[in-house]
């Protein structure tokens, strides 16, 4: 059995890691962990940054670093997840693609691969509301969907 674990940087997704260690000791199950990078959320944080300093003319290069800071972040993030993995002895690989977040969710989790979807229940906003992403795929997701808090 393999494990689709959602990342995206938040407590929470890292919460929901943390959860499918116990799962996939139980099931012996490989993990996958899986992050998309959404180039609509970095243009988004770039135009903020060039609304609020006034300086819009370099909008393109502050667009190419935070798109890079993103990647980085989420190697991190996922580096540090799989090196907890691999010491608790759970087979486990970390997967980044780039595109629509509610996309490349959806093509992954219902790729036949999977026969669980591990994920937050809240995104990096931390708001008291669900997460977005959960909003989107909740109902088209094929395999079981287990939603940690």
């Given at each position: 059995?393999?494990?689709l674990?959602?990342?995206?940087?938040s407590?929470?997704?890292?919460?929901?890691?943390?959860?499918?260690?116990?799962?996939?000791?139980?099931?012996n199950?490989?993990?996958?962990?899986?992050?998309?990078?959404?180039?609509?959320?970095?243009?988004?944080?770039a135009?903020n940054?060039?609304a609020?300093?006034?300086?819009?003319?370099q909008?393109k290069?502050?667009e190419g670093?935070?798109?890079?800071d993103?990647r980085?972040s989420?190697?991190?993030?996922?580096?540090?997840?799989?090196?907890r993995?691999?010491?608790?002895?759970?087979?486990?690989?970390?997967?980044?693609?780039?595109?629509?977040?509610?996309?490349?969710v959806?093509?992954?989790?219902?790729?036949?691969?999977?026969?669980?979807?591990?994920?937050g229940?809240?995104g990096?906003?931390?708001?008291?509301?669900?997460?977005?992403?959960?909003?989107?795929?909740?109902?088209?997701?094929?395999?079981?969907l287990?939603?940690?808090?």
């Amino acid at each position: 059995m393999k494990i689709l674990v959602l990342i995206d940087g938040s407590k929470w997704s890292q919460k929901a890691a943390l959860h499918a260690i116990g799962l996939a000791k139980r099931k012996n199950a490989e993990i996958v962990l899986f992050s998309v990078l959404d180039i609509a959320e970095a243009k988004a944080m770039a135009f903020n940054f060039c609304a609020q300093s006034g300086i819009c003319e370099q909008l393109k290069g502050y667009e190419g670093r935070i798109w890079t800071d993103m990647r980085k972040s989420i190697e991190d993030d996922q580096n540090s997840i799989l090196s907890r993995y691999r010491g608790e002895k759970i087979l486990c690989e970390g997967k980044i693609v780039e595109g629509g977040i509610r996309d490349e969710v959806l093509k992954e989790a219902n790729s036949g691969e999977y026969g669980l979807v591990v994920m937050g229940a809240f995104g990096r906003s931390g708001k008291a509301r669900i997460s977005a992403l959960l909003e989107q795929i909740g109902g088209a997701v094929r395999p079981p969907l287990l939603v940690v808090r």
